[in-house]
């Protein structure tokens, strides 16, 4: 009986693993076919172009002589041109030197007898695919969920506990509690409209109905409903799930989601007692607040208590879809601010003033990979673009077998007009690979201990 106890943990680990597996396969094709188009464009031949490291496990060669293969270790990839010793683009001084005596003309398919421009725009093009792959992908969901109509209108009603409400599919909301809808020029007021919802539902909502205005009753726009759950948080280990609906926290009812923020935010990480209505059954959770470090809008950041939730609203607002100029705006955007984000965070965790254990490693992503993609291919998709993202600027960070290492060694050509020494680059390579493979160990024993 306790090894049948143990199938649903491994069916867990195997659907984590493969939900990893897959995220990061995607990242790294994109990855690697950017520095593989543009060498192929820029005259550099590929040798090689591998999903994994290790034994292969299947390959073919294309009519260009290029050797596509699929390797048992799916933790990277890499693509090897000719002239390259290794997957990290270093020479291979032997290899160049019997092309230069067969034919000293082939030497510009290598990728270190071609123009410099040529190098440079290979390298950087794995980092630049990562991001165009990233805006592409938050354009497409951006687009797929569309944009609230103004005004704000009712567009998938939810059913609440205890909750009378005559909303119906298609009213538009004029007012909730006599506080007018925020709309064109106000629409960046929501957070003062919510702050001044009474704490109690129903609320009369004033709607059009058929050009109709009618006062219905209605609940609080942002009720204590599990919009989404963060992974790795208190509420995913607690089982929170989304559309879940908190009654009361330690005895005490609550109607809005602003409640339970407060009671979190005020907690000082005592456990709390939720009443969670979920599909017509009450269930009680035991949750103990974390402390997080979470941005604030001037860049900092700052400590507070999270259980791990965003809030959901009482209907779905009917929605519009933008346009595909609009749409990649918001790509750039959401792309751009994960940047801003990642390096201001990495900032203050260097000068000590957040927590290193907001670095997270191989275990931390495989556990978020797994838990988002159980919440649906959506969120599934968005959480890998948000990897494409980090991993291409990691690998533009100026670190010697990175990218952003080779484009720094192609800036010194640039200025000094002939490239550093291969003895040097041996050495720089093997500190940048040593340093790599030490933020490898410390992000992996922030998975283990943090």
């Known amino acids: 009986m306790e090894t049948l106890g143990l199938i649903p943990q491994f069916g867990g680990l195997l659907y984590t693993v493969a939900a990893f597996i897959a995220a990061l396969s995607v ?3 994109v990855h690697e076919y950017g520095h593989y188009i543009v060498g192929r464009w820029s005259g550099i031949h590929a040798e090689v172009f591998s999903i994994g490291f290790g034994p292969v496990l299947w390959s073919r060669v294309d009519r260009r002589g290029t050797r596509w293969q699929i390797a048992v270790l799916p933790f990277g990839g890499y693509v090897k041109f000719m002239g390259d010793a ?4 270093g020479k291979d001084g032997e290899t160049m030197a019997e092309i230069y005596r067969r034919n000293p003309e082939e030497l510009r398919r290598t990728m270190h007898g071609a123009p410099l421009w040529a190098r440079a725009a290979t390298v950087a093009a794995g980092p630049i695919f990562n991001f165009a792959m990233s805006i592409l992908v938050f354009a497409a969901i951006f687009m797929a969920r569309g944009v609230p109509v103004e005004p704000l209108t009712v567009g998938q009603t939810r059913d609440l506990p205890g909750i009378e409400s005559a909303l119906l599919p298609g009213d538009r909301v004029v007012s909730i509690a006599g506080n007018p809808v925020p709309a064109g020029a106000e629409a960046m007021d929501w957070e003062g409209f919510e702050a001044r919802l009474p704490l109690e539902s129903p609320l009369d909502y004033v ?25 790795r948080s208190a509420a995913q280990d607690a089982g929170l799930q989304p559309e879940d609906v908190i009654m009361a926290i330690d005895g005490s009812p609550i109607v809005a ?3 339970l923020k407060e009671t979190v935010e005020s907690s000082d990480g005592k456990a709390l007692v939720l009443d969670v209505w ?20 001037d860049g900092g950041y700052e400590t507070n208590w999270r259980i791990g939730v965003a809030s959901g609203q009482a ?3 009917a929605t519009t879809t933008p346009g595909p100029v609009e749409a990649l705006k918001t790509g750039v955007q959401s792309t751009y601010e994960i940047v801003r984000s990642s390096l201001s965070g990495l900032w203050h965790i ?20 797994g838990a988002v993609a159980s919440q649906g291919a959506q969120s599934f998709i968005a959480f890998i673009a948000v990897l494409s993202t980090a991993v291409g600027l990691l690998n533009l960070f ?16 640039a200025v000094a007009g002939k490239p550093p020494s291969d003895n040097v680059l041996r050495v720089l390579m093997a500190i940048g690979i040593t340093l790599i493979l030490s933020l490898m160990l410390f992000s992996l024993s922030n998975d283990l201990f943090c």
Do not use: K
């Open 315 to 317: 209907f779905d607002p």
């Open 207 to 231: 709607i059009l109905r058929d050009d109709a205005e009618l006062e219905v009753p209605g609940p609080h726009l942002y009720p204590a409903i599990v919009g989404s759950v963060i992974p």
């Open 257 to 259: 989601f602003r409640q």
């Open 86 to 89: 290794n997957a990290a683009s």
């Open 27 to 29: 990242i790294v094709a």
């Open 278 to 297: 979920r599909e017509g059954q009450v269930l009680q959770m035991l949750l103990v607040p974390r402390r997080t470090d979470t941005p604030t809008s």
């Open 350 to 369: 260097i000068v000590g003033q957040i927590s290193t254990c907001n670095i997270s490693g191989p275990i931390g992503i495989a556990q978020a990979s």
């Open 398 to 413: 100026p670190i010697p077998a990175l990218d952003g290492g080779h484009l720094m060694f192609y800036a010194y050509e």
